[in-house]
């Protein structure tokens, strides 16, 4: 017996809810650092030897890659992230399947919270320092980019499962 689709709109809704509790937490997060745990003022908290809360102000994107200098350089992020959201949001409502509206669901509400602190701040609040020694797998980052990047993995990670799942039913495999 197959199992009953998932209704379209509840499949929508799904995501839509993921993209604002995503948003909704990484802002709480970010007002807690800047708030109560006044990071921005003490610069460091040391939670685990492998772990910190470390304030940094981030005036690029990923990786630190297109760093704005300038106020027009940071309206131009703003316009250029704010585009890359709506593409996610088209694909979100266009998506059916329920797994790839969730992920889809993660980069939007993150995308849209580091969005919201550029138009705020001028800058992107990281906060989350993942190190071992003077080692950092990572740069200093925030809630809202680790649902950007577990988003896109869990999105790269279907993709590639479903294609190898059709191929294994007995369709014939794209030609190269």
Do not use: C
């Amino acid at each position: 017996m197959t199992p009953r689709p998932i209704p379209v709109a509840r499949v929508r809704a799904i995501g839509l809810a993921v993209a604002a509790s995503t948003f909704a937490l990484d802002q709480i997060v970010k007002w807690a650092m800047l708030g109560p745990l006044r990071l921005r003022e003490v610069g460091q908290i040391v939670l685990l030897p492998v772990f910190n809360f470390t304030f940094t102000m981030n005036t690029g994107v990923s990786l630190g890659l297109l760093t704005a200098g300038s106020d027009a350089q940071r309206w131009a992020l703003v316009a250029m992230t704010g585009a890359i959201a709506a593409v996610v949001l088209v694909w979100l409502l266009r998506e059916r399947r329920p797994g790839d509206v969730a992920a889809l669901g993660l980069v939007l509400g993150g995308a849209l919270g580091n969005i919201l602190d550029r138009v705020w701040h001028g800058y992107v609040v990281d906060y989350a320092d993942l190190h071992f020694g003077t080692f950092r797998p990572f740069l200093v980052f925030n809630l809202a980019d680790a649902a950007i990047s577990i988003g896109v993995l869990i999105i790269l990670a279907r993709s590639f499962l479903s294609r190898e799942k059709r191929d294994d039913a007995g369709e014939p495999a794209p030609e190269s």
